[in-house]
């Protein structure tokens, strides 16, 4: 069964700080990866989709990589704001129907 | 452009009352669908999943149930709720098994 784990669990930076979110897991035969973001008490809102064909994916202040022979995914985040501030998840869709989930690592950026 | 809604946004019910769960998806036709549970403290698990009307996959056995009576519409649901069933239930959809999901804004359940 596939292990997802994300590290820190919590991280806090003060604001214009570049930083990355980690995301390791154990089974490398995955479709793809995605990246969520999270808000206290909402849903989740889709950051970036990575395929298992490819090596990274942008948008915006956004770059995720993915390196599926080391079972390695991470999230960079550039020039930090408050309102990054969330629980970031990431997720592998396999050959099942499921997305198994980290349980996320949550970030609070400070003014 | 695609929306996905669920309601009730917020829910309290008593031990052993039933319970329903409402999700809908605009702007897409014949999308997968998915019921996951987020509770306190643990990742999301999937709970249900639908290729199509009237189909129907279970991920865990548990005292729920789903049904998806329209191709857009997905339905949770219990017939006597448990303590162990609160949680933040998030309805998903995605064009393919293989495809970003897309997640609605959820229902925050309360067993009392």
């Known amino acids: 069964k596939q292990e997802v784990t994300q590290i820190p669990a919590a991280l806090s930076v003060p604001e214009g700080e570049n930083l990355v979110l980690n995301c390791s897991f154990t089974?490398?035969?995955?479709?793809?990866l995605q990246w969520f973001r999270q808000d206290p008490g909402k849903g989740l809102t889709s950051l970036l989709l990575?395929?298992?064909?490819?090596r990274e994916q942008t948008s915006g202040r956004l770059n995720a990589s993915l390196d599926k022979s080391s079972g390695r995914s991470t999230l960079y985040i550039a020039a930090s704001q408050p309102g990054d501030s969330a629980t970031y998840l990431c997720?592998?869709?396999?050959?099942?129907?499921?997305?198994?989930f980290g349980k996320g690592t949550s970030l609070l950026v400070t003014p | 452009s695609q929306t996905i809604h669920q309601w009730p946004a917020t829910l309290v019910q008593p031990v052993g009352s039933p319970l329903s769960l409402e999700c809908t998806v605009e702007?897409?036709?014949?999308?997968?669908l998915y019921w996951y549970r987020q509770a306190a403290g643990r990742g999301l698990q999937l709970l249900f999943y639908?290729?199509?009307?009237?189909?129907i996959s279970s991920e865990v056995p548990q005292n729920l149930s789903a049904s998806r009576p329209q191709d857009r519409q997905f339905i949770l649901s219990s017939k006597k709720l448990l303590l162990s069933d609160s949680g933040f239930y998030l309805c998903?959809?995605?064009?393919?098994?293989?495809?970003?999901?897309?997640f609605g804004p959820g229902t925050r359940l309360t067993v009392t």
């Open positions: 997720a592998l869709g396999d050959s099942g129907y499921a997305l198994n």
């Open positions: 089974d490398s035969a995955i479709y793809n």
């Open positions: 639908s290729v199509g009307i009237g189909q």
């Open positions: 998903a959809w995605a064009r393919t098994v293989s495809n970003e999901q897309y």
């Open positions: 990575i395929q298992s064909s490819q």
């Open positions: 702007g897409t036709s014949n999308p997968n």
